[in-house]
């Protein structure tokens, strides 16, 4: 196992820092005033942030410093667990129906 922080990885980090306050600091204030914020900016606004907050985590998915290789049956459970986990989000993202505004 070997250790490789790059710049690269820490600029994805702040990236994502920053995106995911922001996002939960709408989704307080949309809880504390419900009819606030639905306008077609501020959606878009959001929906940017989201993008780069899902872009910077899968950049450091791919860049993880810490890198293992597992070999064997852990590596199928793991896919296991990753296609059980996608199909319940495809679900429930069916059952709600998508984002309603």
């Keep these: 196992m070997s250790i490789e922080i790059t710049p690269w ?14 996002r939960n600091v ?8 419900p009819g606030e914020g639905k306008s077609r900016g501020v959606f878009a606004l959001i929906m940017i942030v989201m993008f780069l907050m899902w872009a910077a985590w899968g950049f450091m998915s791919l860049s993880d410093p810490v890198k293992m290789v597992f070999i064997g049956w852990p590596r199928y459970i793991g896919a296991g667990m990753f296609v059980i986990g996608l199909g319940l989000f495809i679900y429930s993202d069916l059952a709600k129906r998508g984002v309603s505004w």
């Design 26 to 33: 709408y989704y307080i204030l949309m809880r504390r005033r």
């Design 9 to 22: 990885f820490f600029a994805a980090f702040a990236v994502w820092l920053a995106t995911s306050v922001t």
